[in-house]
């Protein structure tokens, strides 16, 4: 089970209203490389861990997504705050205005929703472990193609955060894939 | 009532104490028997555990499990997306 902790992992400024900025943001919020995809990803596949480190550590990554969730949510709507239907419009926001007024709405950068297709768990852990490192390292590129479209300071802080944390997690699940190795060379033969 | 920026300040000094922690917990995972990351990560959930008292007795409770006075006051803002950090 969970309990929510009010406050975020690490604190999300903007200088003001970037309605360009946010739609930009909203591939992390809900797409393929999105921290939503990474929180669902490793929630599901650890039931088929095979060791107690890797239980615990696609446990608790998946935990930390969606802390990284929040975060990315909380830029977009103080990025949208106070934003009129004619500067969404202008700002190629209109489609998600129409459906979704200044609501958050998991879909990516171009506004297409959020699928479990973004996601796979086949059961065989190196595989999945092997997934997980690529999407750590997609997410990494992610962050810094958004770094490199804004120069709001607070924004870029939180960004770079997240874009580190990407790149710990990286290294835990390599760990974690060489422990399973072991795990699988070790002959389980008792005499 | 106390003040915003003190608040945040105090805020501030949980997420950064909280965060070694988790990073600690994280790297635990894989070295279970890594002494010296167990006994920093036990330091730090003290101290985090200490200042979090403090916070929660000074602004209200940060989860639904802390004990809060009448009325109710978990549901009070600002949420967490409405801070100015």
């Known amino acids: 089970m969970w309990f929510y902790e009010k406050k975020l992992q690490y604190p999300a400024n903007v200088r003001g209203c970037d309605l360009g900025m946010a739609k930009y943001l909203f591939a992390q919020y809900g797409g393929p490389d999105s921290e939503l995809s990474a929180a669902v990803r490793y929630l599901t596949q650890r039931y088929t861990m095979p060791i107690p480190q890797a239980k615990a550590l696609l446990t608790d990554i998946g935990t930390e997504e969606m802390a990284h969730w929040e975060i990315i949510g909380t830029l977009i709507y103080k990025l949208t705050d106070g934003a009129t239907p004619e500067q969404m419009r202008q700002a190629g926001l209109g489609d998600h205005f129409a459906q979704h007024d200044n609501a958050l709405y998991p879909h990516d950068a171009a506004g297409v929703p959020w699928t479990a297709a973004y996601i796979q768990a086949t059961g065989d852990p190196i595989t999945d472990l092997h997934e997980n490192m690529a999407a750590e390292q997609k997410a990494r590129t992610t962050y810094e193609h958004l770094i490199s479209l804004t120069d709001d300071d607070g924004v870029i802080a939180t960004l770079s955060f997240l874009r580190e944390r990407e790149v710990v997690h990286f290294q835990r699940f390599g760990e974690a894939l060489m422990l399973v190795r072991e795990h699988y060379q070790h002959k389980h033969i008792f005499y | ?85």
């Not at chain 2, 920026?5 to 028997?33: K, N």
């Not at chain 2, 209200?60 to 801070?83: A, C, V």
Request: hydrophobic share 35%; proline share 7%.
């Open chain 2, 1 to 85: 009532m106390h003040d915003y920026a003190s608040m945040v300040e105090m805020l501030r000094e949980i997420q950064a104490l909280e965060f070694a922690v988790y990073d600690l917990a994280l790297f635990l995972d894989t070295h279970p028997c890594d002494k010296r990351a167990l006994e920093d990560h036990t330091k730090l959930v003290h101290r985090l555990n200490q200042l979090r008292k403090v916070f929660e007795d000074r602004y209200g409770p940060l989860r639904l499990d802390s004990q809060s006075p009448y009325p109710y006051r978990y549901i009070n803002d600002p949420w967490p997306w409405e801070i100015h950090y």
